[in-house]
């Protein structure tokens, strides 16, 4: 039985292009890009040469390119950064759909620092409605953060528009855009954001690397004391392996994402309503159009989601409940309680996540053991 992995959201594989980038960074000699020997001028070259074709894909300068250790790293460096940096006041405004990475910085600023945090409700399939978000600026917000696309229920925001409400009031912008990159438009005049996060291994590049997208005209403070390196931002040692993976990783899936995005996407709509039509009170969870390609959720009343994990597991599917930052909590998703959904709904859900390889014979298949298994779950009373 050949294995189907759709977990994409979770992480994925290092490409084969990637392993053959960092090679010859993984075999050579000992290199720390701050040297000022050979070894280490050849390490601060290709450092310099990842920064440059990341800020390329982003059209931003190359300065403006922060490498950190991941999404969650650039999250908490951009929001906990630029609020502590900026002397408008003391409040910050987010959403209820946030990543925990982002949820949790907010809620360090309102701990340690006495910011007020506002979040944002969102509508039945995870939209933030732009009205509610004007009325919640305000003259001392410092920060607006909102993710592009969200990683449990695939909904895109309209994030362009909401950058301009932001702006309007003088309020940086930072979004999340771990999920979106490499599927929707990243760059950052056309969105019109100050600041934006990646994460390595979302793309095929390897664990323990993201970056950073400041503007130059935003004030950050750094979240980590120590040396000088990423011009004074993030200390520490640079990952030199790290960079180069990101850059080529970033490349590849931006430029298989505008080939194959429209093909993934109809292939997401086809399982989609396969399962709609095919599974007893399935429920679709997030937007049934604004989605991104790669991204189909639902819940299924009756049943257990974990349960339902297992049962596909057995038959070679994998796939998720939710965030993987979640994983093993009893708690039902607070991204699906803030959709309305009941939260004995929304322990039964399951998240089906995909790449550019999938075909219309593996979402068939799965659409098939899915079916199976949810009247299996069912048949012994959601257990």
Known sequence: MTSLYLDAAATTSIRREVLEAI??????PPANPSSTHDAGSLASRALEDARSRVAAVFGVRASEVIFTSGGTEADNLAIKGIALATPRGRHVVTSTIEHPAVLESCAYLA????????LVAVDGVGLVDPTELRAALRADTTLCTIMYA???IGTIQPITQLAEIAHERGVPFHTDAVQAAGW???SSDALGVDALSISGHKLGAPHGVGALIVRGRVLIEAQQSGGAQERGRRAGTENVVGAVGLAVALELAVAEGQHHGERVSQLRDAFIAEVLTTVPDAILTGSPTLRLPGSAS????????EAILLELEAHGISCSSGSACAAGSDEPSA????LGIAPEVAQTAVRFTFGVSVSADDLSRTAGELRAAVARVRGLGGQ
Do not use: I, Q
């Open 111 to 118: 701990r340690h620092h006495g910011f007020e945090v506002t």
């Open 184 to 186: 929707l438009e990243v």
């Open 23 to 28: 090679w010859p960074h993984l075999s050579g």
């Open 335 to 338: 991204v699906l309680v803030a």
């Open 298 to 305: 639902f819940c299924f009343p009756g049943t257990a989601g």
């Open 150 to 152: 969200n990683n449990e």
